[in-house]
């Protein structure tokens, strides 16, 4: 059985339901972002820091989506970008956490 990939309309060449989703999902992320950059700024930590750019990288993906719906992206190039901001989002994850649990035993040492 053959499943269409989307169940929108179109709108010329333009995927109606796509461009939703998409302009939805960067909405979201670029809320999340700015809320991430706010934190970073009130603490000032590496941290927070680390986490704001991992948003910054969830932000990245809708936007490489709406690249790759309009052609500016290949297929090919789009899949391996996603992939990359996916690894990218989880060492700078990792990297946070890492950091944080390391300044808690920076502190518990110098008490």
Not at 58 to 71: I, T
Not at 78 to 103: F, K, P, Q, S
């Amino acid at each position: 059985m053959n499943w269409p990939g989307h169940v929108g309309g179109h709108w010329g060449a333009v995927h109606v339901d796509f461009t939703v989703v998409l302009a939805a999902s960067a909405l979201a992320t670029a809320v999340l972002c700015l809320a991430g950059l706010t934190a970073y700024r009130r603490r000032g930590s590496r941290a927070y820091l680390l986490v704001a750019l991992a948003l910054a990288g969830l932000v990245a993906q809708p936007v490489l989506g709406g690249l790759a719906m309009v052609g500016a992206v290949s297929p090919a190039a789009h899949h391996t970008l996603e992939h990359a901001a996916d690894a990218l989002i989880v060492l700078l994850v990792l990297g946070a956490v890492y950091d944080a649990r390391a300044t808690d035993e920076r502190r518990e040492v110098g008490r």
